[in-house]
């Protein structure tokens, strides 16, 4: 593997589907193996930053005073040390940052430009929490990253919508080789449902090898987010299921377009 930094972006325009809990669990992962990893919180609803334990009366700084004060303030002014090995950059006013960024007109490179100094650190994973919808904000992240990481929760809408995102990607005119991991979530092995959702998702990626292994629907997983913990912390067999995916992700090159 080459020592250069890779930046993942955990996305999916549907809401609610577990981009947050594999976005802080993959970033939790990747620490505990002992790479360096910046987490950034680009969900308006802040899920990352709390399911890592940190509320706004964390942090004085955040992402958006990089995006409005521009050259003045640091990254390392509002970065907060959430766990050995991880970083949070968390945010605020997303929908401000959003609405600014409107009248970006170097969207493809404002997040590089932005956040200049993850390049010359010793980070060697950026990992983006997004949040649902297409917005700005999320094309500036596609943008940003090398590849994507794409949660789809194991129920039929959720299925069914699994190609907005090529068109999403297409429509910024990105290759859907971005895509390197697809991770069906929230699947439940009591229900014919989850079965058959499961194998819609099967047979939609025979093709290619993006597709993981399923996390399963696991209340530890819900409780212990509430309680701003990740279950590395509380629930070896659940953890185990992240574990698939992280070591997935330290295989992949980092290339935006292979
Ligand atoms: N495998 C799972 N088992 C049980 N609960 C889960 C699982 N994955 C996610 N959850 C729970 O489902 C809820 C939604 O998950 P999460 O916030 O990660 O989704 P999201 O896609 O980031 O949502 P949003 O679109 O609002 O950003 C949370 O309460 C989370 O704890
Ligand atoms: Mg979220």
């Known amino acids: 593997m080459d020592g250069r930094l890779k930046k993942f972006a955990v996305l999916n325009n549907k809401g609610g589907i577990g981009k947050s809990t594999i976005a802080v669990h993959v970033a939790h992962g990747l620490a505990i193996k002992g790479k360096k990893v910046l987490l950034i919180d680009m969900d308006g609803q802040n899920d990352a930053s709390l399911f890592l334990g940190f509320t706004s009366e964390d942090y004085k700084k955040s992402f958006y005073n990089i995006a409005v004060e521009n050259e003045r303030v640091s990254l390392f002014e509002c970065i907060i040390h959430a766990r050995e090995n991880l970083d949070l950059l968390p945010s605020r006013r ?29 980070y060697d994973y950026v990992i983006i929490d997004c949040g649902p919808q297409r917005s700005r904000i999320n094309d500036a992240a596609l943008y940003y990253v090398d590849k994507i990481i794409v949660p789809v ?86 953890a185990r299921q992240f574990d698939h995916i992280v070591e997935r992700l330290v295989n992949i090159d980092g290339n935006k377009r292979q």
Request: glycine share 4%.
């Open 94 to 122: 997303i929908d401000l940052i959003n609405l600014e960024l409107y009248k970006e007109h170097n969207i493809s490179s404002y997040l590089f430009n932005k956040l200049k100094e993850v390049e010359s650190s010793a």
């Open 153 to 238: 929760q194991v129920e039929a809408a959720s299925v069914r919508a699994i190609g907005n995102i090529y068109e999403y990607l297409s429509d910024l005119g990105l290759d859907s080789t971005m895509i390197s991991l697809v991770v069906p979530n929230m699947y439940d092995e009591r229900t014919s449902d989850s079965k058959e959702n499961l194998e819609f998702v099967k047979e939609f990626f025979s093709g290619s090898d993006v597709l993981t292994e399923p996390i399963y629907r696991r209340v530890k997983i819900t409780e212990t987010g509430k309680l701003g913990r990740t279950v590395y912390e509380s629930d070896r067999e659940a």
